[in-house]
C-alpha cells in the first residue's frame, strides 16, 4: 500500500476536490494521467445536467478512473444520482453523514464511496456506514476546516479505530511534499489528500495571482470571517493576506451580505457577483479587487516553492517517498 497505491488506483495520492471550481476537468485529467486519484468539485447547487458535462469532458482527457466531491451541506441528491448515472470511480463525501442505504446504493452503481471527516466521532460513523475509504482532515489543512485536532495526533487514533476493517486511511493536512507523505504512512496512513500544492499548479483554475501568493507567503490563520452568511459554522484556514491581516478581527455580527462587491467570477458557468468576506476564492475568471478576496491554505503552504504541472507534483511525491522509505 502507501505510496504502491491505495484504492485499486496506481498511487495512493488523491487531489482534493478544490471548491468552487479550481479543480476542474484539466487538473483532475492530469492527476489521474499521473496516475494518482484527481476529484471534481460539484457546484453547491443542484445542476445534474451540467455535473455530467463535466464528467465528460474530465474523460475526453484521460481514460484513467477518477472521482467527484460533493459538499453534503449543500443541496446535492441530483448531484449524486448523476455521478452514479456515469458510474465515475469515485463518490467524496464531506460536511455531513452519508449512511449505510446511500453507500449501498453507491455500490450498487459501481461507485466506491470515499468520506472525508475531521474527528474520530465522524470517523467511526463512517466505518459504519460501510465506505471504501476515509479521509481524516485536520486542522492544518486549508479551506473549510472540518477538524479540531493537528494530523500527528489525530490520524493514530482513526487507524486504530478502524484496524481489522480493510478501510484505508487517508491523511489530509498541511501536506505538500514527500516527506510529509512518509510520514503520513509511518502514522498508518495508506495514502495522502492534498489541496494546497494541487491549487499551486499549471492546470488548476485557481487566479494567477492567488497561484502567486501561495508561493509568496508562508504564514496561514484559522478564522470564520468569510462567508458567514452562507455557510455558517464552515471554519476556514486562509493565507494571511494583507486584506485579511487588516480585516482578521472583524466583529462577530458581520457577515458578506451588507458589504460592498468587489468583483465578479464565472462559477460552474454561471455569472457570480463576489462581495467582501464572501468565501469565494478567485478563480480564472474573476475581476475586480483580487487581492481582497479569501485565498485558503494549509499550513504547510510555506514550502509551496513554485508552480508546477500536477503530474509533476505526483511524480515528485512518488519518487521522494520512495527514496526516503529506501534511506529509512
Not at 457546484?43 to 474523460?59: A, N, Q, V
Not at 489530509?172 to 495514502?191: K, S
Not at 487581492?291 to 516553492?305: D, I, N, P, Q, R
Amino acid at each position: 500500500m502507501g505510496w504502491k497505491g491505495v484504492l485499486g488506483f496506481e498511487y495512493g495520492i488523491i487531489q482534493g476536490p478544490l471548491g468552487p471550481d479550481i479543480s476542474g476537468p484539466e487538473l483532475v485529467a492530469a492527476v489521474a494521467n499521473a496516475g494518482g486519484i484527481g476529484t471534481l468539485r460539484v457546484p453547491d447547487w443542484e445542476s445534474p445536467d451540467y455535473l455530467r458535462g463535466l464528467i465528460r469532458k474530465t474523460r475526453s482527457l484521460t481514460d484513467k478512473p477518477f472521482g467527484v466531491g460533493v459538499v453534503l451541506a449543500f443541496p446535492h441528491k441530483e448531484n449524486i444520482k448523476a455521478i452514479l448515472d456515469e458510474k465515475v470511480a469515485i463518490l467524496l463525501v464531506s460536511w455531513g453523514e452519508y449512511p449505510n442505504e446511500l453507500v449501498s446504493e453507491a455500490h450498487q452503481a459501481g461507485v466506491k464511496v470515499v468520506h472525508q471527516v475531521g474527528s474520530l466521532e465522524d470517523a467511526e460513523k463512517a466505518m459504519n456506514a460501510g465506505v471504501d475509504a476515509i479521509i481524516i482532515q485536520a486542522k492544518n489543512a486549508g479551506g473549510h476546516v472540518l477538524g479540531q485536532d493537528g494530523l500527528i495526533t489525530l490520524l493514530p487514533r482513526v487507524v486504530d479505530l478502524v484496524a481489522g476493517c480493510d478501510i484505508p486511511i487517508i491523511a489530509a493536512g498541511g501536506i505538500i511534499d514527500a516527506r510529509g507523505y512518509v510520514a503520513a504512512l509511518a502514522l498508518g496512513a495508506q495514502g495522502i489528500c492534498l489541496g494546497t500544492r494541487f491549487v499551486a499548479t499549471k492546470e488548476s483554475n485557481a487566479h494567477p495571482l492567488y497561484k502567486r501568493k501561495l508561493v509568496e507567503l508562508d504564514k496561514t490563520e484559522y478564522t470564520n470571517i468569510f462567508g458567514r452568511a452562507r455557510w455558517p459554522g464552515a471554519p476556514q484556514r486562509v493565507l494571511q493576506t494583507v486584506f485579511f491581516n487588516d480585516w482578521r478581527l472583524l466583529p462577530d455580527h458581520e457577515n458578506e451580505t451588507n458589504q460592498p462587491i468587489i468583483g465578479r467570477s464565472t462559477i460552474h458557468g454561471m455569472e457570480k457577483e463576489i462581495r467582501r468576506f464572501a468565501g469565494t476564492v478567485p478563480n480564472a475568471t474573476t475581476t475586480g479587487d483580487i487581492e481582497s478576496m479569501v485565498m485558503y491554505a494549509g499550513e504547510g503552504v510555506g514550502l509551496v516553492k513554485e508552480i508546477l504541472p500536477a503530474g509533476e507534483v505526483v511524480k515528485m511525491l512518488v519518487e521522494g517517498a520512495q527514496l526516503l522509505i529506501q534511506q529509512l
